[in-house]
Nanobody, 120 residues
Framework: VQLQASGGGLVQAGGSLRLSCAASGTFFRINALGWYRQAPGNQREMVAVITSSDTTNYADSVKGRFTISRDNAKNTVYLQMNSLKPEDTAVYYC???????????????WGQGTLVTVSS
């Protein structure tokens, strides 16, 4: 199983970016999908999570500005980021909780990360 993240880049404060993360390989089902980020010198933190029933959860720092969504047909999760701030600068990682087979336990897989830089 591989998660391929894309969509990062350099943007001015107030701008927008859309991140995508596609899961590929052989698996039975994807449960929750999420986006995390890690700024230099900081620990990795949760940004947004979406469950298999489309319930979402956001970090307080991004509520009202970021929107997470998923396309189950494409095994893809998105993160629409609006009103970006310099403090949003970080490497963004996607992850997926999935089952390889029907009766397998849930396992968490991580993408390789995509850099988002917000200039002031």
């Amino acid at each position: 199983v591989q998660l391929q993240a894309s969509g990062g880049g350099l943007v001015q404060a107030g701008g927008s970016l859309r991140l995508s993360c596609a899961a590929s390989g052989t698996f039975f089902r994807i449960n929750a999908l999420g986006w995390y980020r890690q700024a230099p010198g900081n620990q990795r933190e949760m940004v947004a999570v979406i469950t298999s029933s489309d319930t979402t959860n956001y970090a307080d720092s991004v509520k009202g500005r970021f929107t997470i969504s998923r396309d189950n047909a494409k095994n893809t999760v998105y993160l629409q980021m609006n009103s970006l701030k310099p403090e949003d600068t970080a490497v963004y990682y996607c992850n997926a909780d999935l089952k390889l087979q029907r009766y397998s336990p849930l396992r968490t897989y991580w993408g390789q990360g995509t850099l988002v830089t917000v200039s002031s």
